[in-house]
C-alpha cells in the first residue's frame, strides 16, 4: 500500500514545484481551478473570418505581422476599421459572419465541415468591475488545435494542445470599454504535433469549450490539492498554493460535513500543506459518489469545491478501491454529441446524455478517449458515480524522436492532471493509445511516465497497449510491451473477430499475458449500422456485432486477471477513415448506440454481462 503515504509527499514536492514556476513566471500552464470561480463569461456569438491563407497573419512576403514593431493595420488581429473613405482594408470583422463559442466550426456550417486551416475569432467586450488592486484573467476551457490570442492589438501568447486548458494574466490590460480579444485559430494537422496527422476522430477546430475572465484579489488561491492519503488511517491531506502571498498569509480550510477547520499559514512561495484525520469518512464509489464541500479561504478570496474522497491501487492482479476489488463495468467515450447534427460536447447538457447512455447498461467506469474532456465530462461523471480513464492524444504513429513533441506531449499531460488533480472519479491517467513499438517510442513514454508520477503519484498509471500472437502458435495471444513495467495496469486493444479474423476465430484464442497486475481490455467492437439486420455473418448488421459482443466477451472473461473493460465505443462518432456509403457515411460505427441514440443488439449483451459483474461486486463504500 505504498501509494498513500507516497500521496502526502507528492503533495508537497507538487507544490514546490508550482511554488518554483509561479516565482519564475506567470505562465499560461501554471494551474488556475476555475471552474467554480464566478466569472465573466465571453460565451456566446463571435465574429469570424476564414483565412485559408493566413492573409490577416502574415503579409505578402510570408512575414508575420506580429513580429513587426507596429504591426500594419492590415493585421486582422489589430481589429482595425476604415478610418478614411480611401483608407484600403480588406477585412472588417464588425461586417463578418459568426459563429457560437464554444463550439466546433465544423458542424455549424457546411462551408467548414472539412476545414483544416485557420479561423480568426473575435469577441468585443466592457471590463468586467473589479477593485483597482484585483487581478484578472482570461481563462479557455480549449481550443483545437493551436491558438494565438491577442487582446486589444497586443499579443498574450500561443496555446498549441486541442484539449487542455490554459489561461493569460490580462491585469491592467483592459479598456474599461470595447476590449477587443481576437484569437487565430489553427486546427491544421501536423506530423510533429499531439495527436500527429492519422487518427480516427474528427479533427473538429473551434474555440471548442468555454471562454471567460476570472477576477481575483491581488493575493489569491491559485490551487490546491485535497486526497484521502490513508485508507487504513483515514488520513486526509493536502496544499493549498497562494499566488501573490510574502508568507505569513493565514489560509482557512473547511470541510463542514467532516467537522473540519483548519487555519494553515503560508510560506514565502505561499505554500500550505495540511492533514486531518477524518474517522466517519463516506469514501467515493460509484455506489455512493459521496461529495464533499470543501471552502478555501485567505484574505479577500476565497473558492470552494465538491471533493470526494477515496483511494484506489492494486495488489497484484487485483484492482482495489477504497481498499475491496472492483470490477471496472466500463465503455470507451468520444468527446461527441451528434444526435442533433453536433459535433464537439459543447456544454454540460451534452456531456449528460452520453453519460445517461453509459449509465444504460450498469456502467460504473468510462475511458474518456483519447483526448482530455472538457471538465463537465469529468465532473458530471463523479457526481454520477462513474470511474474515469483519461487520456492525453499520444496515437498511432507520434514523432518520437522530435524533442518539441515529447514537450508537447508532457505539457498536455500536466495540463490534464493539474485540472483533474482532485477528482475522486478520475483513477487512471493513461500516457498512450496503440503506439507502435520502438526504442525511440519507449524511451518517450518512459520519460512520460516518471512525470506522471512526479506530477501525481495517486492514481494509476496505464496505456492501450496491443497484442500479437505466438510466433510458433497462431492461436496464442500475448500482451508483451517493454511499457508494462512502468504502468500500473496492463491495458491493450483487442480486434479479434473485426480486424483479425472472423469471429469464430475468437473461440479458439488463448492469451499469454505474464506480468503480475491488473488486466483491462481498453478496446474491442465492431461497426454495425442500426437497423440494419442479417445473418449473424453478414457484416455491418447488428447481428453480427452483438455476436461478436457475446464471443469476445466470454474470451475475456477468461484471463487470468481480468478487472473490466471499455469496448470501443459508446456511440457511433465521425470520422474522416469511414467513407460505406449507406453504412457509414463519415461515421465510425462501433457504438452500441447510433449517434442519435438508438440501442443496437450489442448493447443488451453488455448490458447482461455487466448485470451479472455488478450482482457478484462487494460495494466499496
Ligand atoms: C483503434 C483506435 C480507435 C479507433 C478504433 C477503430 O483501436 O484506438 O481510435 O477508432 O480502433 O478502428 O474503430
Not at 493551436?146 to 491592467?172: C, M, Q, S
Not at 490590460?173 to 487518427?199: C, E, Y
Request: proline share 4%; glycine share 6%; hydrophobic share 35%.
Amino acid at each position: 500500500m505504498k501509494r498513500f503515504l507516497l500521496g502526502a509527499l507528492w503533495a508537497c514536492a507538487c507544490l514546490a514545484q508550482f511554488a518554483f514556476a509561479a516565482q519564475a513566471s506567470s505562465t499560461t500552464e501554471l494551474p488556475l481551478q476555475a471552474y467554480t470561480r464566478a466569472a465573466t463569461s465571453l460565451n456566446g456569438e463571435w465574429k469570424i473570418i476564414v483565412d485559408p491563407y493566413e492573409n490577416g497573419y502574415y503579409n505578402y512576403r510570408y512575414e508575420p505581422f506580429d513580429q513587426q514593431a507596429t504591426p500594419s493595420q492590415n493585421a486582422y488581429f489589430t481589429d482595425s476599421k476604415q478610418k478614411t473613405p480611401g483608407d484600403l482594408l480588406e477585412y472588417d470583422f464588425d461586417k463578418s459572419t459568426s459563429l457560437q463559442v464554444p463550439g466546433d466550426w465544423n458542424t455549424q456550417t457546411d462551408k467548414l465541415y472539412y476545414y483544416e486551416g485557420t479561423v480568426w475569432y473575435r469577441k468585443t467586450f466592457d471590463a468586467p468591475k473589479a477593485k483597482k488592486s484585483d487581478r484578472t484573467f482570461l481563462y479557455f476551457g480549449a481550443i483545437n488545435y493551436r491558438a494565438d490570442v491577442y487582446l486589444n492589438g497586443k499579443k498574450l501568447g500561443v496555446h498549441v494542445g486541442g484539449f487542455t486548458p490554459f489561461h493569460y494574466e490580462i491585469t491592467n490590460q483592459l479598456n474599461d470599454k470595447n476590449n477587443s480579444l481576437v484569437v487565430k485559430v489553427d486546427n491544421k494537422r501536423h506530423a510533429d504535433a499531439v495527436p500527429t496527422l492519422n487518427t480516427d476522430w474528427w479533427n473538429y477546430g473551434g474555440i471548442t469549450r468555454e471562454v471567460k475572465l476570472i477576477t481575483v484579489p491581488k493575493t489569491f488561491i491559485r490551487d490546491y490539492k485535497i486526497a484521502l492519503t490513508s485508507l487504513a488511517d483515514k488520513i486526509v491531506s493536502g496544499s493549498v498554493l497562494l499566488d501573490g502571498a510574502k508568507g505569513g498569509e493565514k489560509i482557512s480550510l473547511k470541510v463542514p460535513e467532516l467537522n473540519i477547520q483548519q487555519t494553515l499559514t503560508a510560506d514565502k512561495q505561499g505554500k500550505a500543506t495540511f492533514s486531518f484525520n477524518a474517522d466517519n469518512v463516506q469514501l467515493w464509489s460509484p455506489e455512493n459518489p459521496k461529495l464533499y464541500a470543501v471552502q478555501i479561504s485567505s484574505g479577500a478570496d476565497k473558492l470552494g469545491d465538491s471533493v470526494g474522497l477515496r483511494t484506489i491501487s492494486t495488489q497484484g492482479k487485483t484492482l482495489l478501491l477504497n481498499g475491496k476489488p472492483i470490477f471496472l463495468r466500463g465503455i470507451s467515450v468520444h468527446e461527441e454529441y451528434s444526435a442533433h447534427g453536433g459535433g464537439r460536447v459543447k456544454n454540460a447538457a451534452e456531456a449528460q446524455h452520453l453519460l445517461n447512455w453509459a449509465k444504460g447498461f450498469n456502467a460504473n467506469f468510462v475511458r474518456l478517449a483519447h483526448y482530455p474532456h472538457n471538465e463537465d465530462m469529468v465532473r458530471l461523471a463523479e457526481q454520477m458515480g462513474l470511474l474515469v480513464w483519461s487520456e492525453i492524444p499520444v496515437y498511432w504513429t507520434i514523432n518520437w524522436n522530435n524533442e518539441a513533441t515529447y514537450q508537447n506531449a508532457e505539457t498536455q499531460l500536466a495540463a490534464m492532471i493539474e485540472r483533474d488533480k482532485n477528482r475522486a472519479a478520475v483513477i487512471i491517467w493513461s500516457l498512450a493509445n496503440e503506439t507502435p513499438v520502438s526504442d525511440a517510442r519507449n524511451k518517450f513514454l518512459v520519460r512520460l511516465a516518471a512525470k506522471a508520477r512526479s506530477l501525481d503519484n495517486t492514481r494509476l498509471l496505464s496505456a492501450a497497449l496491443e497484442k500479437h500472437y505466438r510466433a510458433d502458435n497462431e492461436s496464442i495471444a500475448v500482451v508483451e510491451d517493454p511499457l508494462a513495467e512502468h504502468l500500473d495496469m496492463v491495458s491493450f486493444n483487442q480486434y479479434i473477430g473485426w480486424y483479425d479474423g472472423a469471429p469464430e476465430k475468437i473461440d479458439r484464442i488463448t492469451w499469454e499475458i505474464n506480468y503480475n497486475k491488473p488486466v483491462f481490455i481498453s478496446e474491442f467492437g465492431g461497426d454495425a449500422r442500426a437497423g440494419n439486420h442479417g445473418d449473424v455473418n453478414k457484416i455491418f448488421t447488428e447481428e453480427f456485432q452483438e455476436n461478436l459482443y457475446v464471443k469476445t466477451l466470454k474470451m475475456l472473461d477468461g484471463i487470468d486477471g481480468f478487472v473490466g473493460t471499455s469496448p470501443w465505443i459508446l456511440t457511433d462518432f465521425r470520422s474522416p477513415r469511414r467513407h460505406l456509403p449507406g453504412i457509414q457515411d463519415d461515421f465510425n460505427r462501433k457504438g452500441i448506440y447510433s449517434n442519435t441514440g438508438e440501442k443496437k443488439k450489442a448493447f443488451y449483451v453488455l448490458k447482461n454481462f455487466y448485470d451479472k459483474k455488478a450482482g457478484n461486486q462487494t460495494t466499496n463504500n
